[in-house]
């Protein structure tokens, strides 16, 4: 994206990892060795790719390399509170930029003030800029990033490769350091794949990834999720908005700590959705940092190749 920096990205997982450390601090204890070595040292999730052409070219996508009629930002409320009928995100509004991001204590950024999050003394209140839209265009384009639509978008299934950092049970995907990623620059799942690289471009920079997974609620031990990068990012546990990383931006921030969410109950398991978007050069970012048990939950069907 204009203006993306790798600095903005390494700041950014190290806010995440000293909050993330910070809220592991009780349950680690002061023991030598590696107190998690029973846990698996990887997790593997499987979701979907969804590859779009840019709006430039026949067949492209007006939400894909857009630049914001209110500029290039963090939106947020772009999307509802809650997912549709079929689990998917539902278009509120094409967006609000971001003047101030909220806080917790600690200083992560997290989602706005929300009736289902507990608020936490030492929260900093962020604000939106009313006058500041545009992000994306319609519902009915919004709608077509999270399923298959031949002529629009083609698909294929997606593994992340979530490893555990030594001594911690925190388990991070980072395009930096993972294996296929390192190599390529960025999070570019589908280089030369389903419509090929971007126009004029070797890499493919307008996709979405959709991914389904499930956890078992521990109340008081630390479970967090947090991301980091761009484009716009969207989490749901159990179909609630917990994490609105909205816009086209450099990397950015987000957690959320789940003793916030104050109707989930102690050792029930519940859903965690996530929804990614690419949708502008230059950059394509992705970390994940999460304390919990994520496990994959059955996929869509993809569509192969649409012509």
Known sequence: MNGKQAKVIAMGGLVLAAGLAASLAGSAGAQDGDSFASLPSTITLTGVVR????????????DFQRQPTGGFGHYMQQSTDTLDDEGKPLFRSTGNMVASAWRDRSGRNIINTKSYISARSGDVAGRLDANKTGSLTTAANFAQWWRDVPNVNVSRQLNLNLVRQTGTNIYTFNDRTDNMYSGRGGFFPINGELFGNSAGDNRNFHFTFELSTQFDYRR???????????DD???????????????VHSAINQAIELDRLNWLQDGQTYSLKFFFVERHRTQSNFRIDTTMQLRSVDPPTTSNLYD
Request: hydrophobic fraction near 35%.
């Open 51 to 62: 590859d779009f052409r840019e709006r430039s070219v026949t067949g492209g996508h007006p």
């Open 220 to 230: 008081g031990s630390g479970q967090v999720f947090s991301f980091t990068g761009d």
């Open 233 to 247: 990012v969207l989490v749901f546990i159990d179909n609630k908005l917990v994490i609105d990383i909205g816009g």
